[in-house]
């Protein structure tokens, strides 16, 4: 599956944010969707994930109460909505999918190294 981000910019602390994936190829509603984001001179973190029918979500301490992963299998999109945002949230955002066939609904990764496809990054930069 190959992945495409984009709805990241420039926007002042406590405002509001939706981060767009869209996936092309096959079976985008067998795989687990996760975002991660990378902030300059920082490693690459988890943000969120959710299952391939989106029953399941799981977010990282840092963005809990604050954002929310969706998915529409029939559109093949993953979203991160991001609200009251700070700076402390300004990164490159990542999408990325795992192949959850053997595994079901009950599968999200919050590790790196277990997703297979990422998306190119997009930046999203808040000012205080």
């Known amino acids: 599956v190959q992945l495409q981000a984009s709805g990241g910019g420039l926007v002042q602390a406590g405002d509001s944010l939706r981060l767009s994936c869209v996936g092309s190829?096959?079976?985008?509603?067998?795989?687990?969707m996760g975002w991660f984001r990378q902030a300059p001179g920082k490693e690459r973190d988890f943000v969120a994930a959710?299952?391939?029918?989106?029953?399941?979500?799981h977010y990282a301490a840092s963005v809990k109460g604050r954002f929310t992963i969706s998915r529409d299998n029939a559109k093949s999109t993953v979203y991160l909505q991001m609200n009251s945002l700070t700076r402390e949230d300004t990164a490159v955002y990542y999408c990325?999918?795992?192949?959850?066939?053997?595994?079901?609904?009950?599968?999200?990764?919050?590790?790196?190294?277990?997703?297979?496809?990422w998306g190119q990054g997009t930046q999203v930069t808040v000012s205080s």
């Open positions: 190829g096959r079976s985008f509603s067998t795989y687990a």
């Open positions: 990325a999918a795992v192949d959850a066939t053997y595994y079901g609904d009950t599968y999200v990764s919050l590790t790196i190294d277990e997703y297979d496809y």
């Open positions: 959710v299952s391939w029918s989106g029953a399941i979500e």
